[in-house]
């Protein structure tokens, strides 16, 4: 159960995730910021199960605390939670649908075989090579490194079925890094991922994707959810209230001031249970 503050974040990023899904605007990224405790991981959970639910869709699930390591680790792990089995097989189908088509060309049979007889990582690689083309190099946040490559492989199968790529902690990546992720995910017109990095307030991951965003490649592809940071005593006592109307206003004053975050509150406050965890 969330709060009001995070019903109005989470309605915004279905709206969101409603419009790059029917197709025609494109892909977009859309920050989810506010304070550690607020409930960024429960609001995007809820999201990311909704649409898991849904026919002909993928999510993606990241989380950049768990990413440890260098740059270059950071993104082999990337790489491999974009290139998930569901993306995989997208991306074989797609990969095998067009070389069908080019098999129907006089002296192109050779591609059919190929197709056919390779095995999906194989298909992969080849969708891979064929969107970015070359070979990767061996900087981890550049045009053709190994997670950007990933990337615009998401960005491909998208077309036929819409992707939702849900980075918790993105703040933990290394900023390069996540930026080139990022932006080859939403810089695609006829793509359908929606992209939502929860970030810090004032994080440097959000000031670097919003400034790049105001001109060139991904130009009107980023913005900011709209999220009440707000998570002081009085924000405390009304969540608390919410989530648990058996209690009095003075249970909820009180436990308000037994908390510091909207994370405890939301840790002992149930509305099925006749009493919380703390000693009012």
């Known amino acids: 159960m969330l709060g009001g503050q995070q019903k109005a974040a989470a309605a915004e990023l279905a709206q969101w995730w409603e419009g790059i899904r029917r197709g025609g605007v494109g892909s977009h990224a859309v920050l989810l910021a506010g304070p550690v405790g607020w409930g960024r991981s429960t609001v995007l959970d809820q999201l990311s199960s909704s649409v898991s639910r849904a026919d002909a869709s993928t999510v993606v699930c990241i989380s950049g605390r768990s990413l440890r390591g260098q740059a270059g680790q950071q993104a082999a792990a990337l790489r491999d939670a974009l290139l998930a089995a569901e993306v995989r097989r997208q991306a074989a189908a797609l990969l095998c649908r067009g070389r069908l088509l080019n098999a129907t060309r006089p002296g192109t049979g050779s591609l059919l075989m190929s197709a056919m007889a390779g095995t999906i990582s194989l298909v992969l690689a080849g969708l891979a090579a064929t969107i970015s083309g070359g070979a990767a190099d061996d900087c981890p946040a550049s045009e053709n490194g190994v997670a950007a490559r990933a990337a615009r492989a998401v960005a491909a199968v998208s077309t036929s079925a819409p992707v939702l790529v849900a980075i918790d902690d993105a703040d933990y990546l290394e900023p390069g890094l996540a930026v080139a992720v990022i932006e080859n ?25 919003t400034s790049r965003a105001r001109y060139g490649r991904t130009a009107g592809r980023v913005h900011r959810a709209v999220a009440d940071p707000r998570m002081g005593r009085r924000s405390r006592a009304e969540l608390a209230a919410e989530l648990s109307p058996h209690l009095t206003a003075v249970e909820a004053e009180h436990l308000a001031r037994q908390t510091q975050t909207f994370a405890e509150i939301f840790a002992t406050a149930r509305p099925d249970l006749g009493c919380t965890r703390w000693s009012l």
Request: aromatic fraction near 0%.
């Open 185 to 209: 995910l939403i810089d695609h017109d006829d793509s359908r991922v929606l992209v939502v990095p929860v970030v810090d307030l004032g994080s440097d991951l959000a000031a670097a994707l």
